[in-house]
């Protein structure tokens, strides 16, 4: 299954590289990460519980960066094993570029699962993909630009 998306975070191009390739950040960032350590250069070791329809699951997993170009691209990889479950792998290619709002953060996803989660149907697991590509993408956002301020409502 492939994915793909454009974000636009309100930051320069170095704070957002630098984000992606801090753990801490990837950890928050990550739906149901429950660790994560390691470096961009040595790649990183992540725990995640995740729950796919009726199916739930701690992965665990290496990610790893390739193809990195300093500031403007990598490619993500990783895989991870929740047991019975199934596994899960795949990769990201992600993309930044200056615009006028900031930097616009383009990401190429490619997945596959096996086992039990596979037995779901197509649909089941391209929604749930989707969903947390989104959520990572959002909660990265908000890692980067600060969480959003709710307007106070005006009197009349």
């Known amino acids: 299954m492939e994915l793909n998306g454009t974000r636009i975070i309100a930051a320069d191009r170095a704070t957002v590289w630098a984000r992606l390739n801090d753990a801490e950040t ?3 960032c990550i739906p149901g990460c ?3 350590t390691g ?3 040595e790649g990183f070791d992540a725990v995640v519980k995740q729950k796919v329809g ?3 699951a701690t992965f665990k997993g290496r990610v790893e960066l390739s193809d990195v170009v300093e ?3 990598y490619k993500i990889s990783g895989q991870g094993k929740g047991g019975v479950a199934g596994f899960a792998k795949g990769g990201a290619v992600v993309t930044l570029a200056d615009v006028d709002e900031g930097t616009e953060l383009t990401y190429e996803v490619e997945a596959k699962v096996g086992g039990k989660i596979a037995q ?7 929604g749930f993909a989707r969903k947390m590509a989104d959520r990572f993408f959002d909660n990265f956002q908000v890692q ?7 307007e106070a409502p005006t009197k009349t």
């Open 71 to 73: 500031a403007v691209s």
């Open 26 to 28: 990837l950890k928050a």
């Open 144 to 150: 980067v630009e600060g969480p959003v301020e709710e």
């Open 39 to 41: 470096s961009p250069e």
């Open 120 to 126: 779901l149907g197509n649909r089941l697991i391209a």
């Open 54 to 56: 009726p199916v739930k």
């Open 34 to 36: 429950q660790e994560l």
